[in-house]
């Protein structure tokens, strides 16, 4: 990451613009089905068995965790590298901007604010699916995870994080900022509210109206 984000610009009025975080996996990009197409081509390459479907279900911790499921300990990190390296011939073109992907980016740039990426994935694979998609964030952080992602979300000074995963309401709630989930990934609604999010939405395209209230209030 970055050692310094320049200070969020005060709007017209006087307030701050805001800076929103936002995660990728199933927030973002529905990326199952290259997930999914790089596990198999995982196992070809590997000869061990990897259920992708299974996989694919439970997408937004780390890549070692799920590796860990199907390799024994002292492969985790080689395989993870391999899978790493074969992602972008396998994974990238499949992988679709999930509904109202875009207009959430365009509805806090709009109110004059910066839209973050971060992500648990590999940082460079992160890049590549946002680049094929034509979805331009101010900023991009990989390789967090969980109240890690507070890291970033303090260092560009983001006061709404929003995520698929229970995983991702820790994030926010550590970083001290607004938890926002949509219920798109492997988490329903009554997950993320049992975890503390501070909204549940369907799908990222209730986010215009719910960010226009929200900049209203603050």
């Known amino acids: 990451m970055a050692n310094a984000t320049p200070p969020t610009p005060p709007t017209p009025s006087g307030r701050t613009t805001p800076t929103v975080g936002f995660d990728l ?3 973002l990009i529905d990326s199952r089905p290259g997930i999914r197409a790089c596990y198999v081509a995982l ?3 590997t000869g061990t068995y990897v259920d992708a479907d299974l996989a694919v279900s439970r997408l937004g911790p780390p890549l070692v965790e799920e590796i860990a499921n199907w390799f024994p300990a ?3 990190e080689e395989v993870a ?3 790493r390296a074969m992602y972008p011939e ?3 073109t499949p992988t679709l901007a999930m509904p109202g992907a875009r207009d959430a980016i365009a509805a806090v740039r709009a109110r004059g604010g910066r839209a973050i990426v971060v992500t648990a994935k590999y940082e460079h694979n992160a890049k590549l699916h946002l680049a094929h998609l034509g979805i331009e964030p101010d900023a991009v952080i990989g390789d967090l995870w969980a109240e890690q992602k507070a890291l970033a979300l303090r260092e560009h000074g983001a006061s ?3 995520g698929d995963h229970t995983g991702d309401v820790r994030g926010a709630r550590t970083a001290g900022a ?3 989930a949509v219920a798109t990934g492997p988490c329903d609604a009554a997950e993320l509210r049992e975890a503390g999010a501070d909204t549940v939405l369907t799908d990222l395209k209730e986010f215009p109206r719910w960010f226009s209230d929200y900049c209203s209030d603050n």
């Open 25 to 27: 996996d199933m927030t």
């Open 43 to 45: 196992v070809e390459r």
């Open 74 to 76: 002292e492969r985790v």
């Open 81 to 83: 590298d391999l899978y």
């Open 90 to 92: 396998y994974a990238i």
């Open 160 to 162: 709404v994080y929003v």
């Open 178 to 180: 607004v938890s926002v």
